[in-house]
């Protein structure tokens, strides 16, 4: 899993993005992260060229982080994304983000649900009722308040909704994602 979608506050959205920039500062030199092949890597290449095309910028990364030929690719921030841009609107599964500023806890809420998709998200806040309230609201298999999108703890079922997936696993609940119920009837 990774973070494809940063909602961030618009009264912090620059101090955010360049706090961001900054620990992502050399990130384009490290060994690239891989894709799961090399169809995956040209599908994440066309999101980010198809958002920088449609007028989204760089905030970490560029177009030439594609580290040559393979399944390697640098990871990339994108600002100045809008809601109807395919980087916003599908799942990576790739080191890129995309980073839009909301106004209102409602504004979050929609443009949080306004995917197809609802594998796992965060909230993060000094509010812990306003992280369960939004929490409840968003279209997402798991919530993480003040904690990463990845974390995946064995003792709770995981899984999307959505497009993100059907069923669970772990737990007892996603042991019984792999059974099939089976009627079986006689007569004498």
């Known amino acids: 899993m990774a973070t494809d979608r940063i909602l961030v506050h618009a ?6 993005t360049a706090a961001l920039r900054g620990a992502l500062a050399g990130a384009e030199a490290s060994d690239p992260p891989t894709l799961v092949n090399v169809a995956s890597k040209a599908r994440v290449e066309a999101l980010v060229a198809g958002a920088v095309g449609a007028g989204a910028h760089f905030i970490s990364g560029s177009e030439n982080s594609g580290a040559g030929e393979g399944v390697r690719l640098a990871p990339a921030v994108l600002g100045g994304v809008r809601e109807d841009m395919a980087v916003w609107q599908e799942e990576s ?6 980073v839009m500023p909301f106004d209102s806890e409602e504004e ?3 443009l949080a649900n306004s995917s197809g998709y609802g594998l796992s998200a965060s909230v ?6 306003k992280g369960l309230r939004m929490a409840k609201r968003i279209q997402s298999g798991a919530v ?7 974390h995946d703890e064995p003792a709770l079922p995981h899984g999307g909704v959505k497009n993100s997936g059907w069923g669970r696993f772990n737990t007892d609940e996603g042991l019984n994602e792999f059974l099939v119920s089976k009627s079986v009837t006689w007569m004498d």
Do not use: C, Q
Not at 11 to 16: K, P, T
Not at 93 to 98: E, I
Not at 144 to 150: D, E, G, P, R
């Open 11 to 16: 009264s912090i959205v620059d101090e955010f």
């Open 93 to 98: 599964f790739a080191s890129v983000a995309a």
């Open 108 to 110: 979050a809420i929609r």
């Open 124 to 129: 993060f806040t000094e509010d812990l009722r």
């Open 144 to 150: 993480h308040i003040n904690s990463m999108t990845i």
